[in-house]
């Protein structure tokens, strides 16, 4: 069961979400459906509150002076993001949660299309609907590179 709520919990975390959890998932033998589910759910929780929250915290945080070069960061590596969805709007976003490499994601995406100011429902399919085509990447790229190894260790 601690397996399980740690590839729910490590999905959460900015930067690794999915891409790591899923992965960790496959080498502790954690059968795939539960990894692509857990992995997907937890990726997601955060999705909602960073659409819809994240503006209004951070004006209140550079407002007050709390943290404002982190403020900065976030939002400077959101624009790079954005810059790239801007082209393409929702498929954009989708594409750019969906492609599983370092930098994109469901925590980038959701800050890129916030600060880009795209709509909200909009951003939320977007992202979900990249997210689980990125947890379908991962899940058959972690389960096979995991079966490889255990084909060829007999």
């Known amino acids: 069961m601690k397996k399980y709520l740690f590839v729910f919990l490590l999905s959460m975390v900015p930067i690794l979400e999915l891409r790591f959890s899923i992965p ?3 080498a502790w033998d ?3 459906g539960w990894a692509y589910a857990l992995a ?5 929780l955060p ?16 407002r007050h002076n709390i943290l404002v070069r982190m403020v900065d960061w976030l939002e400077n590596k959101a624009q790079k993001g954005a810059k790239k969805i801007e082209k393409y ?13 370092p930098g994109t994601g469901a925590w980038t995406g959701s800050l890129a299309a916030s600060i880009f100011g795209m709509k909200k429902s909009w951003a939320l399919i977007s992202v979900f609907l990249g997210v689980l085509a990125a947890g379908a990447i991962m899940t058959l ?10 084909f060829f260790a007999k």
């Open 24 to 26: 960790v998932a496959a």
């Open 30 to 32: 954690v059968p795939f």
């Open 40 to 44: 997907v759910i937890g990726n997601m």
């Open 47 to 62: 999705v909602p509150f960073i659409l819809f929250l994240v503006p209004a915290i951070f004006r209140f945080m550079r």
């Open 89 to 101: 709007t929702v498929f954009g976003l989708f594409l750019f949660v969906a492609i599983p490499l």
């Open 141 to 150: 790229a972690s389960y096979g590179v995991v079966s490889a190894f255990k």
